[in-house]
C-alpha cells in the first residue's frame, strides 16, 4: 500500500477489499473498489496533495434538505391551474386532456 495511508487507511482497506469479496466481486475488482473509496476518504478529509475538503454543493453534488420538501397546501386549497402544473408534472389527467386536444 502507498506510504502515505495511515494504519486507519490500512483497516479499511482490508474491510471494503473483503466486504466486495462477499458480495461476489473479483480479487482485482475488490482491490480497486477498495483503493478508490480510500483514496476519495482521504481527499475528502484534505490528506491528498491536491485535495481538499470540498462541500457537496462546491463538487457538483446536491446538498441535504430537512423537510419533506413538499407544498404545505393540500390539493383541497390549490387552485385549479396549480392543480393542472402538479397533474402534468405527475402525468395525471390533465396531461391527457392535453394530448387529446392536440390531435
Do not use: F, L
Request: net charge positive.
Amino acid at each position: 500500500m502507498p506510504e502515505s495511508w495511515s494504519n486507519k487507511d490500512e483497516r479499511q482497506y482490508e474491510h471494503i477489499k473483503s466486504s466486495a469479496k462477499k458480495k461476489g466481486r473479483s480479487a482485482k475488482t475488490a482491490k480497486r473498489i477498495a483503493a478508490a473509496t480510500v483514496n476519495k476518504q482521504r481527499s475528502s478529509e484534505g490528506r491528498t496533495k491536491s485535495g481538499g475538503a470540498k462541500s457537496a454543493s462546491s463538487k457538483g453534488g446536491s446538498t441535504k434538505r430537512k423537510g419533506s420538501g413538499g407544498s404545505k397546501k393540500s390539493s383541497s386549497k390549490r387552485g385549479s391551474s396549480s392543480k393542472k402544473a402538479a397533474a402534468g408534472r405527475k402525468g395525471g389527467k390533465a396531461t391527457a386532456r392535453k394530448r387529446s386536444k392536440k390531435s
